[in-house]
């Protein structure tokens, strides 16, 4: 379940900082996320921190690829 941005953001930035596992960086044209860093917010907050924080409704989108444990276990290697 890692995040994706999609075209509808407009590049303000918002998320970027405020990403606990610093996977939010510019893209050549929207603002992209490293999906092998991304925990949606698993073990860190209890919502995604970065889709509070978007001004654009369904701009970041979860692809639905991961589980929680496993996103819990990606976190734990993060922040090992
Ligand atoms: Fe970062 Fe959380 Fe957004 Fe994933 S859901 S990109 S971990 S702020
Ligand atoms: Fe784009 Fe939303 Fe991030 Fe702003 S908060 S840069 S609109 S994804």
Redesign the pocket.
């Known amino acids: 379940m890692a995040m994706t ?1 999609n075209e509808e ?8 900082p405020e990403c606990p596992n610093k996977a939010i960086s510019q893209g050549s044209s ?2 992209v996320i490293d999906a092998t860093k991304c925990t949606e917010c698993v073990g860190a907050f209890d919502s995604p921190k ?1 889709v509070e ?4 409704d369904g ?2 989108v979860s692809d639905g690829a991961e589980t929680k444990d496993q996103l819990q276990a990606k976190y734990a290697v993060l922040h090992a």
């Open positions: 941005i953001c407009i590049n303000c930035g918002n998320c970027e929207v603002y970065c924080l978007c001004p654009v701009c970041i």
